[in-house]
C-alpha cells in the first residue's frame, strides 16, 4: 500500500511517499480503507523527534475511512469511522482499536470527520476537564485561528465565556470573530497589557496558550491571580524550563500542561468526549474550517505550511477518495 514513510527525523523533507505492507488488525483492532487523514501538530513533534518513535514508521493519528475488517465481527464493513490515536494513520490502511473510533452520521462530510476528533476533543478536555468553564469565565486564546483555536473559541463562545484571541493577519482575525470571540488582538510585547484594559484592569481567568516559546511570558502576565496558564502546544517551540517560584510572583498562578491522552485515558471517557464533538458537529454547534486537502504525496507540505502559519483551521491528506 501507499503510505508516507519516515526513515530518518527532521524537517518536513524526510515525509516520503513509499509502498509498504499493509498492516493486519488484531483481535482488538479493526482494519480500516483510509479516505482522509488529519494533519496535526503532534505529527511535526514525532517528525522532528521531539516524541518518540521507533525508525522507520508511518506518521499520522487522524482520520476518517471505511471500515474493511473487523476480527470482532461487531462492525459491519463499509461502516464509515473516525478516530485520533491511530499511529500509520498517512496510510492507504490503518488498524484501529475498537474502542478508540466513533462512527460517522451521514450528515458529517468525511473530510471533516477526518480532523474533528483530535483538536475537538482537545478543545473539550481543554474546556471540560483542566477546568470546568461556566458562564461569564473570561480566557485568552493564543493561535486562535488554528484548528484547536477555533473550536476553543466556539466551545467557550457558546458556553458564555469571554474570549479574547490573539492571531497574526487581517484574514484570521475575521475567522476568529466569526468563531464568537470577544476581541481580537495581535501578536506584540504588550499583549497582556492590552488584553488586562479590555477585561475591565484585572487578568483573564484562564489563558489557553498554543504557541509556546514566544508567547509564554506574556500568557504568565495575563492571566489573574490565583488564574490558569493553560499550555497545550508549542507552535513556536518549546518552553524554556522555568523556576516555580515564578507562579508565585504573578499571583499564586496555575500552570498545566495536559495532554489528550491524560484526557481520553479510557475507553469510556474517549467515548463520551468523542460523542460530545460528533454532536456539537451535527447540530452547527461546532463549526470545522478545512482547507483545500493536499494528496497524500504532498504531506510535506502540508507540514511546511503548518508550522509556517500559512493555514487556518484544519488540514487533511486525501488518501483514497
Known sequence: MKAIQITETGGPDVLALADVPAPSPNPGQVLV???????????????????HSELPFVPGLEGCGEVVEDPAGEIAPGTVVAWDSAPGSYAEYVCVERGRLVAVPDSIEPRVAATMLLQGITAHYLLYGVRDTQQGDSLLITAGAGGVGLLLTQLAAAQGATVFSVVSTDEKEKLAYDAGATEVF????????????????????????????????????????????????AASGPVDPIDPQILNTHGSIFLTRPSIGAYTATDDEFRMRAQAVVRAVDDG?????????????????????????RTTGSIVLRVSV
Open 33 to 51: 480503507k483510509v479516505a482522509y487523514a488529519g494533519v496535526n501538530y503532534i505529527d511535526t513533534y514525532y517528525r522532528e523527534g521531539i516524541y
Open 186 to 233: 495581535r501578536y506584540s510585547d504588550d499583549l497582556a497589557e492590552m488584553v488586562r484594559r479590555r477585561n475591565g484592569g484585572r487578568g483573564v481567568d484562564v489563558v489557553y496558550d498554543g504557541v509556546g516559546k514566544d508567547t509564554f511570558n506574556e500568557s504568565l502576565e495575563a492571566v489573574r491571580p490565583r488564574g490558569l496558564v493553560c499550555l497545550f502546544g
Open 285 to 309: 454547534t461546532l463549526n470545522l474550517r478545512v482547507q483545500e486537502p493536499y494528496a497524500l504525496a504532498d504531506a510535506a507540505q502540508a507540514h511546511k505550511d503548518l508550522q509556517g502559519r
